[in-house]
């Protein structure tokens, strides 16, 4: 089966750095990645990982270690506009992509 | 680059009542997903095509559910009769045919009650 599992809720400090984990079980594997989803809005894509290693975009970071199934994305020197929910997907043998039930940020003053 | 256009945003309709849900993906993208999404169980694929057809409905929760791609500019996801428990965001998705690493482009969503 395929499963996709990530912690429900975080909370961090305004200028902190928080690390948001993504563990899967998939069949097959062709990617992951990581999407930020704005109360009431539309998910926006934010990263993609195939190879192991570090992606760096910015403030935000994306690692993944194909042999653990182990994913984290990393927000650094946080803003208030962060606070949202951020979903970590699989791609496997298909072209189907799917989703964890993703992780609510919300960062305090 | 208008993005993925769904109408219409909101949707309030009684139990047993026909509810259609329209998409218009990203002109050039090959691929369309409906996603619905729920807190308890996020974001589920209902059913996705590739060139108008129908490639998985695994994820259609039942007979209830229908879903056509007439031609590559318009999409329609069907629920006939509709319940409460159909009370979701309903989101279409359009990717191109730019490799496994093409992200996926979300509409606005449906929010659809059933009351």
């Known amino acids: 089966g395929q499963n996709i599992d990530q912690p429900t809720e975080m909370t961090a400090t305004e200028g902190a750095i928080v690390q948001i984990n993504c563990t899967y079980q998939?069949?097959?594997?062709?990617?992951l990645f990581w999407y930020q989803q704005h109360a009431g809005e539309a998910p926006t894509f934010l990263s993609y990982?195939?190879?192991?290693g570090l992606e760096e975009k910015g403030r935000f970071s994306s690692f993944l270690s194909r042999s653990k199934g182990y994913s984290y994305l990393l927000l650094k020197e946080l803003q208030m506009k962060d606070s949202a929910s951020y979903l970590c997907a699989v791609r496997g043998n298909t072209d189907k992509l799917i989703f964890g039930t993703g992780t609510r940020l919300q960062v305090f003053p | 680059d208008a993005g993925v256009i769904q109408s219409p945003r909101h949707e309030v309709t009684e139990m047993g009542q026909e509810v259609t849900l329209r998409c218009k993906p990203i002109?050039?993208?090959?691929?369309l997903f409906w996603y619905r999404q729920t807190m308890m169980r996020g974001l589920e694929l209902l059913i996705y095509?590739?060139?108008?057809?129908?490639?998985?409905d695994s994820g259609m929760p039942e007979d209830r559910f229908s879903a056509k791609m007439p031609n590559a500019s318009f999409s329609t996801l069907k629920i006939q009769p509709s319940e409460p428990r159909d009370s979701a965001v309903y989101f279409c998705?359009?990717?191109?045919?730019?490799?496994?690493?093409?992200?996926?482009?979300f509409g606005n969503g449906t929010r659809l009650t059933v009351t």
């Open positions: 002109s050039g993208h090959d691929y």
């Open positions: 095509f590739n060139n108008n057809v129908p490639i998985d």
């Open positions: 998705a359009s990717r191109g045919e730019g490799g496994y690493n093409s992200p996926l482009h």
């Open positions: 990982n195939v190879l192991d």
């Open positions: 998939t069949s097959g594997f062709n990617g």
